[in-house]
């Protein structure tokens, strides 16, 4: 007989609340992606003898994209329906539905983020760097993986994006959980399970950054990041319930639909980086 160690999470997403204003978890969790993220990239950066206003200026790109992608891809991939009847709430870090309460941007997706860097990372590759948007995404992704496992614990912190029921040892109970009718009925840690993955992923990444000729090769991270983020959302989906009604009906979720695309085009860019030689730039201009 397995014995039960299941956890109870009761974890409260506020760390403090002074009237309509609170910092959460998930709040300090994003701020610290992208102060890591910034700290890794900083070392590559020197590490090429890339000009460092180019890392100022790449950061804000990525900030900006990331909130404005993973915002939009939230309130159009999986909650239209919503924000097409209150289209000003896409934009409004705070609610007025039952008085003034400062929410942040609660509802906030990783496909809308990928989509959203890419297109930002696309006009710093033709405003600022000048190389071409393949260079440029193979070093913004690798502390982009980093950023994702930071995400998904602050997920757990809400306890959001719980998991399908499960009698396994590790269980989690989320009290907190909303909008499932059995809360403390035991399930599966998902969101630990992707912040593993990611930070596994990072690690892979790290390797072929610092160890491999990879980065001179155009597309071989980019896509080896694809691949790896989106297979493992791929997957860990099927532990997942589903964020939203109309899933219920579809074959494969929301999330695995969007990842499919992210998988396919990075095998795309690893085979084109494999069979085009090495090519080394300067940083210097």
Not at 9 to 21: A, M, Q, T
Not at 158 to 170: F, Y
Request: charged residues 20%; aromatic residues 16%; glycine residues 8%.
């Amino acid at each position: 007989m397995m014995l039960s160690l299941f956890i109870n999470w009761d974890v409260d997403p506020e760390i403090f609340s002074l009237g309509g204003f609170s910092i959460r978890y998930y709040g300090l969790l994003f701020a610290l992606a992208f102060i890591f993220g910034y700290k890794i990239e900083e070392k590559m950066f020197k590490a090429e003898k890339l000009p460092p206003e180019w890392l100022n200026k790449l950061w804000v790109h990525v900030a900006v994209a990331t909130i404005i992608g993973a915002r939009l891809g939230h309130c159009l991939f999986y909650d239209w329906a919503y924000y097409r009847e209150h289209f000003f709430q896409i934009f409004l870090p705070f609610s007025t539905d039952q008085g003034f309460r400062f929410t942040g941007f609660q509802g906030l997706a990783s496909h809308g983020a990928a989509i959203g860097i890419i297109a930002g990372l696309w006009y710093y590759s033709r405003k600022v760097s000048k190389r071409s948007i393949w260079w440029v995404l193979d070093r913004a992704v690798v502390p982009v993986a980093l950023a994702g496992c930071f995400i998904r614990l602050g997920n757990l912190m809400n306890s959001e994006i719980i998991g399908l029921p499960t009698d396994l040892p590790w269980g989690f109970r989320f009290a907190n959980a909303h909008g499932v009718a059995d809360p403390l009925t035991p399930r599966h840690p998902s969101q630990l399970y992707e912040a593993i993955c990611y930070l596994a992923s990072f690690g892979a990444l790290m390797y072929l950054y610092w160890r491999t000729r990879a980065k001179e090769r155009e597309g071989i991270l980019f896509g080896a990041f694809l691949v790896l983020i989106f297979t493992c959302r791929f997957f860990i989906e099927f532990l997942k319930e589903n964020q939203e009604a109309f899933e219920e009906t579809m074959l494969l979720n929301m999330g695995q639909v969007l990842s499919i695309p992210f998988i396919l085009l990075g095998i795309i860019m690893i085979a084109r980086g494999l069979s085009r030689a090495p090519r080394v730039a300067s940083g210097k201009r």
